[in-house]
């Protein structure tokens, strides 16, 4: 297994389309990169619930899963499930996260999401994000859409904990799904981890990774 450092990390840009996908998707990485570095910058966009319980839920628990971190989270009202339909909208507040700040690593949805949502704002990352560190995340659900990922973050057993822990605590609108279980996320964490010969992970999908292997 190859291991490469990110360098520097001292601001992080994650998005989703709804509350809950950053912390499903990249809770465990987060964590570790906060714990790591108190003091880090995290700007966060998600695309829809704001307004509601869901927009409380995701402040806690963004809160929550980057301990010590400079947050900053914004939370937009697009309708769930018609991101496409709202291209406009959801490009400009992409564009907009863009201009507020350059982050060492953007965690977004995979290009290949089998959700609607998460895959047009995939497509909308690169428009504004063209010279960054892109680590598309992955939601496990119904559609059967993991793929092979081509990067890991492995977790110790306390963050996979950790993860779990805190997805069941502050997603309370969330737990009448049937994927939405300690096991449907630890289990995953487990492959991945198995996969990078680590007890637990998180797995990302990188379109374009430039190396500099001089210095």
Same mark, same amino acid.
């Given at each position: ?6 360098g ?9 389309a ?14 570790t990169?906060?714990?790591a570095?108190?003091?880090? !910058?995290?700007?966060? =966009?998600? #695309?829809?619930? *704001? ?5 409380? &839920? /995701?402040?806690? $628990?963004?809160a929550?899963?980057?301990?010590g971190?400079d947050? !900053?989270?914004t939370? =937009?009202? #697009?309708?769930? *499930?018609?991101?496409?339909a709202?291209? &406009? /909208?959801?490009? $400009?507040?992409?564009?907009e ?9 953007? =965690? ?29 995340y ?31 605590e ?30 637990y992970?998180?797995?990302f ?9 001089g210095?």
């Open positions: 297994m190859i291991r490469l450092g990110a520097p990390l001292t601001r992080i840009a994650a998005v989703g709804h509350c809950d996908d950053i912390a499903i998707g990249a809770g465990g990485t987060l964590l990169a906060c714990l570095r108190p003091g880090i !910058r995290v700007d966060a =966009l998600v #695309l829809s619930g *704001g307004g509601g319980e869901r927009e409380q &839920e /995701e402040r806690a $628990a963004l929550a899963f980057c301990p971190a947050l !900053r989270l939370v =937009l009202k #697009l309708p769930d *499930g018609r991101v496409p709202h291209w &406009e /909208e959801a490009k $400009a507040a992409v564009e996260l863009r201009q507020r700040t350059d982050p060492d690593l953007v =965690l977004a949805p995979r290009t290949d999401d089998a959700h609607q949502d998460h895959r047009g704002l995939a497509k909308l990352i690169p428009t504004a994000f063209r010279d960054h560190l892109v680590l598309g992955e939601i496990v659900k119904w559609d059967g859409d993991l793929g092979r990922p081509t990067a890991y973050q492995p977790l110790t057993p306390e963050i996979a904990e950790q993860k779990v822990r805190l997805l069941q502050h997603y309370a609108s969330q737990r009448h799904r049937a994927w939405y279980d300690r096991e449907a996320f630890i289990g995953l964490a487990r492959i991945r981890g198995i996969e990078c010969q680590a007890r992970a998180e797995a999908a990188a379109t374009k990774i430039t190396l500099d292997l210095d």
